[in-house]
């Protein structure tokens, strides 16, 4: 990391969180991010008896689909429910497992966040779940978080400042990098591991 940008981008936080009125509350300081996972599972640690040569575990044969989990939350630690893209276009087969307010996105190219997809989540997701007045959104430096004027005008329009990390530096400063989605896919390729121990010869779908 670089430490000038770093201590950039504190100062600029703080005059954003003090300016006109007074501090931010918590409850309006937001940060956002989206992490991908595949569709199969990631062999873990298998107990063998000591000077095992020959050790096998199930696995999925397939690279698997890739779908992306986004989340998002205040700084009071209440989060927004979450939100996925798949790829594809028809999106019934999977919103009947989602949990109650969630979202999901289809895209017909890739399941990865994309300008579009990100605007339409600030309009259909975040937008009419933020408080009234001023929020900060804090973002990675993803070209698709801020390469784009319509975002960058519609954020403006609804009260939105949006901040993003300095390049290079999320692994560091970026929160739900280091806990929250740490741990979530930790428990995903758990769960996959144990429903192909469960299911042999099927494929996660």
């Not at 954003?16 to 640690?45: A, W, Y």
Request: with cysteine.
């Amino acid at each position: 990391m670089n430490k000038l940008e770093v201590d950039a981008y504190f100062e600029l936080l703080e005059s954003i969180l003090t300016v006109d009125d007074g501090v931010l509350k918590s409850s309006c300081i937001f940060n956002m991010n989206e992490t991908g996972h595949q569709l199969n599972n990631r062999p873990g640690h298998v107990l063998a008896e000591k000077g095992s040569k020959a050790v096998s575990t199930v696995t999925s044969t397939e690279k698997g689909e890739t779908i992306t989990v986004i989340a998002c939350c205040n700084a009071e630690g209440t989060f927004l429910p979450p939100a996925c893209i798949m790829k594809g276009k028809n999106k019934k087969p999977f919103e009947d497992g989602m949990p109650p307010g969630s979202k999901l996105f289809m895209s017909p190219k890739s399941a990865y966040i994309t300008s579009d997809l990100f605007i339409e989540w600030l309009k259909t997701h975040f937008v009419p779940r933020k408080p009234a007045g001023r929020v900060l959104l804090l973002l990675d430096g993803h070209s698709t978080h801020c390469n784009s004027v319509e975002m960058l005008e519609y954020a403006k329009d609804n009260d939105i400042t949006l901040l993003s990390m300095p390049s290079h530096t999320s692994h560091y400063l970026q929160a739900l990098d280091r806990t929250v989605f740490k741990s979530l896919k930790t428990h995903f390729y758990e769960q996959c591991r144990l429903w192909l121990k469960q299911n042999p010869g099927r494929h996660i779908t």
